[in-house]
């Protein structure tokens, strides 16, 4: 790979959204890294567990040695395991705040003087719609999320005086793997589709690529005097206030 060429490191880049972001930098001319706890099949990847600080350093130190530059970090690992607060477990809330809340501060920590040697960093954290709302049984989801919004800021803030944005997006609906238990859990699969489609201005759910052409924006030139954001991409969902059935 050529030294010239931008470099970006995608953690969770092995399937669904992030494998997009992925696929969407690379063609954006970025050579690209994937760091996941599974191999991606079309980037080169390295193992990674977010959640482990040893792990991260690790990987980001062979970015480093193999490609002598890191310029673009895209937080994007996450999971999301359901409870009711009240029937919450420390283990499983533990877990999705050192994967989804952790996990991004500590690449952020270990990528940050790389990226301020680029000239021009960029950091992308995959927040959620649900950073500022929240579905039942979310709450270390959605307190996660939140994390990540605010840690956006704050990212923006310490880092901006180095030449390192941060910018975070917050998807809705997303047609993947984290959440296709609620539709393959219905007996009508397409029944729920629908359902979900009419919730959507746009009359769609969102595909990985409607994520990832975002984040190629935040993590190129073209998005120089934006930082400390967070932008929505839920087809218009969370525009809408909730009515009732009857008045609609
Ligand atoms: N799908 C949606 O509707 C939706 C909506 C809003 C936000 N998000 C967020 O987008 C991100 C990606 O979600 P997705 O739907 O593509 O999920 P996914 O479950 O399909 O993929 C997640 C990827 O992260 C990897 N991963 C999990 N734990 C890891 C760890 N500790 N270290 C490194 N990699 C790890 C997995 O191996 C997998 O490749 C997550 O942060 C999620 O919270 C998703």
């Not at 954006?28 to 959640?51: E, K, P, R």
């Not at 359901?82 to 705040?97: C, G, K, P, V």
């Not at 500022?132 to 959605?142: E, M, S, T, V």
Request: hydrophobic content about 45%; overall charge negative; charged content about 20%.
């Amino acid at each position: 790979m050529s030294p010239d060429r931008r470099v970006a490191l995608v953690t969770g880049g092995a399937q669904s959204i992030g494998a997009a972001i992925a696929d969407g930098l690379a063609a954006s001319g970025v050579s690209v890294v994937v760091g996941d706890l599974q191999a991606s099949d079309s980037h080169m990847s390295y193992s990674l567990d977010v959640s482990d600080e040893e792990s991260v350093s690790a990987a980001i130190q062979k970015v480093i040695g193999e490609h002598g530059r890191l310029d673009v970090v895209v937080n994007n690992a996450g999971i999301m395991l359901e409870t009711r607060i009240d029937e919450q477990d420390r283990a499983s809330w533990d877990r999705m705040l050192a994967v989804n809340l952790t996990g991004p501060m500590l690449v952020t920590k270990h990528a940050a003087p790389h990226l301020a040697a680029s000239g021009d960093g960029a950091i992308v954290n995959v927040g959620s719609i649900e950073g500022d709302r929240c579905n039942p049984n979310h709450a270390a989801y959605a307190a996660t999320k939140s994390g990540v919004h605010g840690l956006t800021r704050a990212t923006a803030i310490d880092l901006g005086p180095m030449g390192v944005r941060c910018n975070a997006i917050a998807p809705g609906w997303i047609d993947t793997p984290l959440n296709s238990s609620y539709v393959d859990a219905h007996p009508d699969r397409q029944v729920v589709i629908d359902a979900l489609a009419d919730l959507h201005p746009v009359g769609r759910v969102g595909a990985p690529a409607d994520v990832a052409d975002v984040v190629v924006w935040l993590a190129s030139a073209e998005s120089r005097f934006v930082t400390g954001q967070v932008i929505t991409i839920d087809g218009g969902r969370t525009a809408r206030p909730p009515l009732p059935g009857i008045l609609q």
